[in-house]
């Protein structure tokens, strides 16, 4: 069974930095793109980043290009999300995801969820 | 970026009716269009990718159609669990987009 576990979320004031985790397990974690997409309180979804199977490429949205930076380790099964710079705009539940299908390029679908973490930011 | 466009933002349909959810693209996403299912504390689930096939696991009740810029799920007879909101999302071009979602209500 796929299971994805986010953490690292929490309360930080505008402009401080915060590091998110994603441990995954129960597929071959090294052969998916890998996605963090986030939900602010009571709003939709909104895709913030996603990484290639072995970290060669990354895309960003605008909003947090230049800010945020996506990677992974493939040999410890997980995703990272550094944020820097934040806002409060960025507040929101901070989901992992993996691809749809194991592909060289993003398939862009994300078929297996974590239940998130919270980022606050608000002074 | 491609603005997806949901509608109704409110649909309120009876337990055993048909409800039909819409979702409009901005520009032509060919087939590369997402369903997805999100109950209140829950995380997304993905219901429909290719426009119309359905995820391992997914009811038969569930249906995708369409391409280009318009696209239609639909819930052929609503069971108590089906009450949710519901996301499109294109994956035809970065940065991939979501609609702002319908939500899905009992009436």
Same mark, same amino acid.
């Given at each position: 069974? $796929?299971?994805?576990?986010?953490?690292?979320?929490?309360?930080?004031?505008?402009?401080?930095?915060?590091?998110?985790?994603?441990?995954?397990?129960?597929?071959?974690?090294?052969?998916?793109?890998?996605?963090?997409?986030?939900?602010?309180?009571?709003?939709? *979804?909104?895709?913030?980043?996603?990484?290639?199977?072995?970290?060669?490429?990354?895309?960003? $949205?605008?909003? $947090?290009?230049?800010?945020?930076?996506?990677?992974?380790?493939?040999?410890?099964?997980? *995703?990272?999300?550094?944020?820097?710079?934040?806002?409060?705009?960025?507040?929101?539940?901070?989901?992992?995801?993996?691809?749809?299908?194991?592909?060289?390029?993003?398939?862009?679908?994300?078929?297996?969820?974590?239940?998130?973490? *919270? $980022?606050?930011?608000?002074? | 970026?491609?603005?997806?466009?949901?509608?109704?933002?409110?649909?309120?349909?009876?337990? &055993?009716?048909?409800?039909?959810? =819409?979702?409009?693209?901005?520009?032509?996403? =060919?087939?590369? +269009?997402?369903?997805?299912?999100?109950?209140?504390?829950?995380?997304?689930? +993905? +219901?429909?990718?290719?426009?119309?096939?359905?995820?391992? &696991?997914?009811?038969?009740?569930? =249906?995708?159609?369409?391409?280009?810029?318009?696209? @239609?799920?639909?819930?052929?007879?609503?069971?108590?669990?089906?009450?949710?909101?519901?996301?499109?999302?294109?994956?035809?071009?970065?940065?991939? @987009?979501?609609?702002?979602?319908?939500?899905?209500?009992?009436?």
């Amino acid at each position: 069974e $796929v299971q994805l576990v986010e953490s690292g979320g929490g309360l930080v004031q505008p402009g401080g930095s915060l590091r998110l985790s994603c441990a995954a397990s129960g597929f071959t974690f090294s052969s998916y793109w890998m996605t963090w997409v986030r939900q602010a309180p009571g709003k939709g *979804l909104e895709w913030v980043a996603n990484i290639k199977r072995d970290g060669s490429e990354r895309y960003y $949205v605008d909003s $947090v290009k230049g800010r945020f930076t996506i990677s992974r380790d493939n040999a410890k099964k997980s *995703l990272y999300l550094q944020m820097n710079s934040l806002r409060a705009d960025d507040t929101a539940l901070y989901y992992c995801a993996k691809d749809l299908l194991s592909a060289a390029i993003s398939i862009g679908v994300p078929d297996s969820w974590g239940q998130g973490t *919270l $980022v606050t930011v608000s002074s | 970026e491609i603005v997806m466009t949901q509608s109704p933002v409110t649909l309120s349909v009876s337990p &055993g009716e048909r409800a039909t959810l =819409s979702c409009r693209a901005s520009q032509s996403v =060919s087939s590369n +269009l997402a369903w997805y299912q999100q109950k209140p504390g829950q995380a997304p689930r +993905l +219901l429909i990718s290719g426009a119309s096939t359905r995820a391992t &696991g997914i009811p038969a009740r569930f =249906s995708g159609s369409g391409s280009g810029t318009e696209f @239609t799920l639909t819930i052929s007879s609503l069971q108590s669990e089906d009450f949710a909101v519901y996301y499109c999302q294109q994956n035809n071009n970065w940065p991939y @987009t979501f609609g702002q979602g319908t939500k899905l209500e009992i009436k």
